[in-house]
């Protein structure tokens, strides 16, 4: 077998840092300059990916025309992406152009005008015969919102709006007649005009309604506009109309298509999925196994009849026919657990038997050629995961990566994609074609990242020679953490908790959902005992810690609430068998949380069991709570954030400040007064950057946000 070593390229110079850098441990990604693996070129050679998989399923990747907003990285209007695509895919998806916001027009009689750049796409796709995936014709999100009011003029305090993530006037909107008339409208226009202008033959799915579900609600579903006005059976409705007008217009256009009306039209029919993210959270693919399969919306049939409508149906959305599969979209991170993946997967195959992985990405939790080799091996371990589940029944037809080059992913700080920016294949790239040909895994990881030192992050810029240079929060290993939604993970200027820093800088994690929060990758201290410390402030009343890739143990919280700097301290035994491990940190809302002086240290000549220290109480008395899946709940049954290590879920311990011992407080003060001195001196010396922006008010926002993650 072939193999191949990531042989790590390292141009380090010898710097001389102030006290008032941070220490960063040595080897990471972040302290050096990290040279990547040469990628593949020669495909022939290592394999294709839509032959390798050709008798499995499907292989797509989503795609952007450079004429819908002039971005240059688009692939089609780029003739050498458009040839790669050509080359390796048999599928694509459309990432924005086909989605309501750019296509709803409230002057046509079937509120639908086609944006010419998914015409765009859809001559392409049909010029080079590679099918696409409709994505999509109904969602909560990138929807004109006049669809929802009155006279199509959506307002917020009397003024006209088309952000579609506003807060609607209650007066201004329509009502759920007014509504369902809309929603069948806007579905027949979609659908003809694929029918009437001849792409019925390339689009063979679409994604009816895109991300519906919302776990911590009683019914499993998210309470958007379409909810509100409508009613929860806006979904089995969604899915009637689809099946209605696909039904009607294959017929329709069945000539110019060269078929029969009255034959088989199966070639010019798609199947109507519904998709979604962080679909493998256990509440969540019950949640919407639940409303597809086992809510009867229309019982005994008596709220709405029709031809489609599957005679002996139980009047929920898949027993009457309308429904053909469901959309995984797969947004991973290297630490995600595969275990409860496939068994996600093993439920929705017993649900409805058609899958399709619809949007996967999986990002790295470390950077260079060290993150690159683990974002290898989870590709392959997913990949063969898919065949397993294949083999074993499970009718998964097709794979969708969620963009061509990390450069052009929507989530590129984390480089989740198979592609460098010059088309050569990463190690993922590798690893998949591996997984598909059913050889072992044989890529080696000889980077020398790893190893296991104490280390220190203050956050504070590192000074060199009197220059102020800000750190940056993903060479530091700290990395958003979500599927569906991202953090933005940034510097705070003046807010922060070291003591005698000038001007002081803290991690902020800003995000407007729950489900977006933060990680930071401890794969190098598996087989250790360490002790965790750092400083956490939050208007959110609780914080969840938890290792990610850690299979045992369960999940817990503690009450931390206040706008007060809290110490929070812990100590963790990471077996010796895990793969991956990687902390992450939620609350229980969606508010700003800031991290400082976060350390790791070494304690493995400490007494101590396996998971986190002590039973998951602090010494208030406090006791965790859980629920059956290892998810922790709030008081309203909402299931908490991200947590995404599975079927025996994430191990939590936090301490609060009123729960420190005497020691660790004396402890900290020691080591926070070992530091007060060469720090004044440090900000004594540099006028760097941030100490001179902070004297300007005006550009404070715009400073402090030193380092933004991505956003879908």
């Known amino acids: 077998m072939r193999k191949k070593v990531l042989a790590r390229k390292i141009c380090a110079a010898v710097l001389g840092l102030s006290m008032a850098a941070a220490t960063v441990l040595s080897g990471f990604a972040g302290s050096v300059n990290v040279v990547r693996a040469e990628g593949v070129s020669d495909y022939e050679a290592v394999g294709v990916l839509k032959d390798v998989y050709a008798d499995r399923f499907k292989v797509g990747v989503a795609v952007q025309a450079i004429s819908h907003w002039g971005d240059q990285s688009a692939e089609i209007g780029n003739p050498s992406k458009e040839q790669f ?60 919102p006049s669809i929802f009011a009155k006279d199509f003029t959506a307002t917020v305090s009397g003024k006209p709006t088309r952000d579609y993530n506003a807060t609607l006037d209650e007066d201004c909107l329509v009502s759920r007649d007014e509504l369902l008339n809309r929603l069948e409208k806007y579905i027949n226009g979609v659908i003809e005009y694929t029918y009437a202008n001849g792409y019925a033959d390339v689009i063979y799915a679409w994604d009816v309604v895109n991300e519906a579900a919302d776990e911590s609600q009683a019914d499993g579903m998210r309470k958007s506009y379409w909810y509100k006005i409508i009613g929860p059976d806006f979904l089995y409705y969604a899915f009637l109309y689809a099946r209605e007008a696909e039904t009607k217009y294959a017929a329709q256009y069945a000539d110019l298509y060269g078929l029969d009306p009255e034959g088989d039209l199966s070639s010019i029919t798609p199947g109507l999925y519904y998709n979604d993210y962080n679909e493998w959270f256990p509440k969540k693919c019950d949640a919407i196994i639940a409303f597809l399969t086992e809510t009867q919306f229309n019982a005994g049939h008596t709220m709405v009849k029709s031809d489609v409508i599957n005679p002996d149906g139980d009047g929920t959305i898949y027993g009457d026919g309308l429904i053909d599969g469901i959309g995984l979209q797969g947004h991973l991170t290297v630490s995600d657990s595969l275990y409860q993946y496939k068994d996600a997967i093993e439920k929705y195959s017993a649900a409805i038997n058609n899958l399709q992985v619809t949007e996967l990405d999986v990002g790295k939790a470390v950077a260079g050629e060290a993150g690159e080799f683990k974002q290898a091996k989870f590709y392959y371990d997913y990949f063969k995961m898919l065949c397993d589940c294949q083999d074993a029944g499970a009718n998964i037809n097709s794979v969708t990566l969620w963009g061509l080059t990390d450069t052009s992913s929507w989530r590129k700080e984390s480089e989740p994609l198979l592609f460098y920016q010059d088309l050569t294949g990463k190690p993922a790239y590798e690893a998949v074609i591996m997984a598909g040909k059913g050889e072992e895994f044989t890529l080696t990881d000889t980077s020398g990242i790893g190893k296991a030192e104490d280390m220190v992050i203050d956050f504070e810029p590192v000074i060199v020679d009197g220059t102020s240079t800000p750190q940056v929060p993903d060479k530091l290993g700290f990395v958003s953490r979500g599927s569906g939604h991202q953090a933005s993970i940034m510097l705070k200027i003046k807010e922060n908790h070291t003591e005698g820093a000038n001007p002081g800088f803290s991690l902020q994690v800003r995000r407007s959902e729950a489900d977006a929060t933060l990680r930071y990758d401890i794969t190098r201290f598996i087989g250790h005992t360490i002790k965790i410390s750092y400083y956490y402030k939050s208007s959110d009343t609780k914080l969840f810690m938890g290792v990610d890739g850690y299979e045992d143990g369960g999940v817990r919280e503690y009450d931390i609430a206040g706008e007060d700097w809290q110490l929070i301290e812990a100590t963790l035994k990471l077996p010796e068998d895990l793969d991956t491990a990687a902390l992450f940190f939620e609350t229980d809302g969606s508010g700003d949380f800031y991290i400082d002086d976060f350390s790791i240290a070494l304690s493995d000549g400490s007494d101590a069991a396996e998971g986190f220290d002590g039973d998951g109480a602090d010494e208030t008395g406090a006791e965790a709570s859980g629920n059956e899946d290892g998810q922790s709940e709030t008081q309203d049954g909402e299931s908490n954030g991200n947590h995404g290590a599975g079927t025996a879920a994430i191990v939590v311990l936090l301490l609060s400040s009123v729960a420190l011992s005497r020691q660790n407080r004396k402890k900290e003060e020691a080591k926070e007064g070992s530091k007060d001195e060469s720090k004044e001196d440090s900000g004594k010396d540099s006028k760097g950057k941030a100490e001179e922006e902070s004297k300007d008010d005006s550009k404070d926002e715009a400073k402090e946000e030193s380092k933004e993650t991505s956003k879908k």
């Open 85 to 144: 695509i050509a080359s390796q895919f048999n599928s694509m998806t459309f990432g924005n152009e086909f989605k309501p916001a750019y296509n709803f027009d409230a002057e046509s009689d079937s509120l639908f005008t086609v944006n010419r750049a998914a015409e765009e796409l859809l001559d392409w796709a049909k010029e080079n015969g590679v099918p696409v995936r409709g994505h999509t014709l109904v969602w909560h999100s990138q929807v004109d």
